[in-house]
């Protein structure tokens, strides 16, 4: 007979923190959101740690270069997808992995006999002001000058006339040659009193920009996280169907932590492939995997695959109908809690700490903040990450407002990869979807975002009297509230200026 679980499957808006003592120490400057992500014995340290709790999900329309780059800049970490042919993947890794931070690639370039109109358009569409000019018009062409909002008057100059009457000419403009450290990039910078820097190879050919304004990004980033050649981190999700060929191809680009991306993991496949990984490429490859929703299923996958990282959440994704199309699932907050009660009783017994990630369904900051609280090292988003403007999709405008497309792994649109890809199995196999198609509003770049949730991630922390993550778990004291608590948590007996009045503009 089917065993029925009477406690019923919680979801983290049930819940709230209680305060605890707040000392004068505890004050968000001195909070640290360093967090494990690889298994590490009592008394060690991890082989691979975030300094802050959040990594991105492996997904077609979260997971790219520019946001895996921009991610391990602020302490994160990105999973591009699997969903995709192995180079191209292994391709979007090495990017990450060769990203020298400060010089960058132009995405604005101009041909010569491009018009001012053009360049004014070509200004809207990547936001961009410094627009290099090249003799054939590519990011890589022979220089001939650079064109910025100072080159021009936007209502005086004659829009159809071409960008070279305008430009600064190259013998006008202070170039850095390939080779220079960015060091030295930045002192040219400074000495010669400009916000770009064009670095040119022997042949005159465009190589890259390093501009002001990256520096002092640099400088206001110091949680980026590197690895010990001073690159970026970065990781790869996996599949169990083509480990064989994708994980080799994913190690040579660089990747530091590969995760199998399955709404469930509590399966012999993933037992199979993390042992495989072991076995040809040794314990210190760092590889998750998941999803599971039970303490049984993380003890299976950590005893019997030897996994570092274990994964927790099935159904909850905000893109995810596998809760109704196959009647799986759980709520997130029990799940995780359940997980995080064996991997407790698993360090007790092995003296082995095995990192957990609360994955989906994480639908504010507040939820963040109670997962961490309920024992998740780190959370991994989707449609969080989406909204930025660093998610690879582009700006779609609906009804006046502008939006980015975001769809699952398990729809149509993202399995439709493999069509062109030779693999036929799932084509053939493909009966119905577990994900939807779908459009999230845009909210600002990831810097915008996550400074907002670590600075209130950090105060939560100090509201209880908590320095680090683990301290703030260890202390955590959570109450279970009613719907009525719920209502009174938002505003209340108030008109609310976002939500009933109109807004003048
Ligand atoms: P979100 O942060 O709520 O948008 O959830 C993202 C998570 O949803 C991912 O990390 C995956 O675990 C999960 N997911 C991604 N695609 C699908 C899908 O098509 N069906 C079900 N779950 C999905």
Avoid at 258 to 266: M, Q
Wanted: proline share 4%; charged share 20%; with cysteine.
């Amino acid at each position: 007979m089917a065993i029925v679980i009477n406690e019923i499957s919680r979801t983290f808006s049930e819940y709230l923190l209680l305060p605890g003592l707040t000392r004068k120490i505890h004050h968000p400057e001195n909070v640290s959101l360093k967090t494990p992500i690889a298994k590490f014995h009592s008394g060690e340290s991890s082989r691979l740690n975030l300094n802050i709790p959040f990594v991105s999900a492996s997904m077609q329309s979260v997971s790219g270069s520019e946001m895996a780059i921009a991610l391990a800049r602020r302490g994160g970490c990105t999973f591009t997808f699997c969903s995709q042919p192995i180079d191209s993947q292994s391709q979007m890794i090495a990017r990450v992995k060769n990203h020298k931070a400060g010089f960058v690639q132009s995405d604005s370039n101009l041909h010569p006999d491009n018009t001012l109109a053009e360049a004014l358009s070509l200004r809207k569409k990547t936001g961009h002001s410094t627009m290099p000019i090249t003799f054939d018009g590519s990011k890589n062409g022979q220089f001939l000058g650079i064109l910025t909002d100072k080159d021009f008057w936007e209502f005086e100059d004659d829009l159809n006339g071409p960008v070279s009457k305008y430009m600064t000419p190259k013998e006008h403009v202070v170039f850095g040659a390939l080779g220079i450290s960015l060091h030295d990039a930045n002192k040219l910078l400074q000495a010669n009193k400009k916000e770009c820097l064009p670095i040119l190879d022997n042949n005159g050919h465009l190589h890259s920009l390093v501009f002001k304004k990256d520096y002092f990004d640099h400088m206001n980033n110091p949680d980026e996280l590197l690895d010990n050649h001073k690159r970026l981190v970065t990781g790869a999700g996996i599949n169990t169907h083509d480990y064989k060929t994708r994980v080799p191809a994913l190690l040579e680009a660089g990747a530091d932590v590969l995760c199998f991306d399955s709404s469930d993991g509590y399966t012999e496949f993933q037992k199979e492939g993390t042992q495989w990984i072991r076995s040809n490429f040794g314990k210190d490859v760092v590889v998750g995997g998941g999803n599971v929703v039970s303490g049984t299923a993380f003890r299976y996958l950590v005893q019997e695959a030897d996994l570092d990282f274990v994964k927790v959440g099935i159904g909850g994704g905000s893109i995810c109908i596998t809760r109704e199309q196959k009647g799986i699932g759980r709520g997130q907050a029990s799940a995780l809690m359940d997980v995080v009660n064996e991997r407790n009783n698993y360090f007790k017994e092995t003296g082995i700490y095995v990192p957990v990630c609360s994955d989906g369904g994480l639908s504010n900051d507040t939820q963040i903040i109670i997962a961490l609280a309920m024992g998740a090292d780190f959370v991994m988003m989707g449609r969080y990450f989406a909204m930025t403007y660093e998610s690879p999709t582009p700006k779609v405008s609906i009804g006046g407002r502008i939006y980015k497309p975001y769809w699952g792994e398990g729809s149509n649109r993202a399995r439709n990869w493999q069509r062109y890809n030779q693999s036929s199995e799932t084509e053939s196999g493909l009966k119905f979807e577990e994900g939807v198609d779908a459009y999230v509003p845009i909210i600002g770049s990831l810097r915008e975002v996550l400074g907002v949730t670590t600075a209130k991630l950090k105060s939560t922390m100090c509201n209880t009297g908590a320095l680090t993550l683990k301290e703030f778990t260890d202390s955590a004291i959570l109450t279970r509230i009613s719907e009525q608590s719920f209502v009174e948590g938002g505003t209340s007996n108030v008109l609310s200026l976002d939500k009933d009045l109109p807004r003048e503009v």
